[in-house]
């Protein structure tokens, strides 16, 4: 976006945030988090979030998880971050593979790929590209879940489908036809 349309967004935005509105609270977080339109204020960012996230904004509280995760304005806090992506995965598909992603790498808590699986199901049935990817993964080789080569193929496809490449490589590689696929293209 051009500064001014930035300029536009903030000015917009603010009034609405006033009233407390959960969307324009979470969008002025993102800017102040970003950087678009404003200097980078991580704490800012977080207050804006917060007053989104008690209305049960998923999205903000997704991205609290974020900066507690990341250390971004906050001391780094995994259990803080798990707590975030957590009230977050409910109603937030990207919560939910952040939350898999902490499970799977033992990111402040102890590696459990069993729950990363379950939560890599849960985001994969709703064709994201990512979580079919690392479901598909893990039926290939068997961790967090029994190995089960049909069921990578299945999950490599909808990943590919949705535009991952390198699920599309890893049809290949088990050689798999892939030139019926539809592949979505992305924006």
Known sequence: MHKDDWSRALANFR???KEGHAGALFSLGL????????????N?????????AVKDYAPAQNNIGT?????LGVRRNFKEAIRW?????R????AKLNLAQIYANGMG???DPVIAAKLYT?????NNPFCAFFLAQDYETGVGVAKDLKKAITYYKISAINGDEKALKRLKALGVETSTLKIKKKN
């Open 44 to 52: 800012r960012a977080l207050e804006y979030y917060l007053r989104a």
């Open 91 to 94: 109603a937030h598909l990207k």
């Open 67 to 71: 900066m507690y995760q990341e250390g």
């Open 31 to 42: 800017m102040y988090q970003k950087g678009r339109g404003v200097k980078v204020d991580y």
């Open 122 to 126: 849960l985001c994969a049935k709703e």
């Open 109 to 111: 808590v102890k590696r």
């Open 15 to 17: 009034p609405l945030a």
């Open 85 to 89: 992506y957590t009230l977050a995965a």
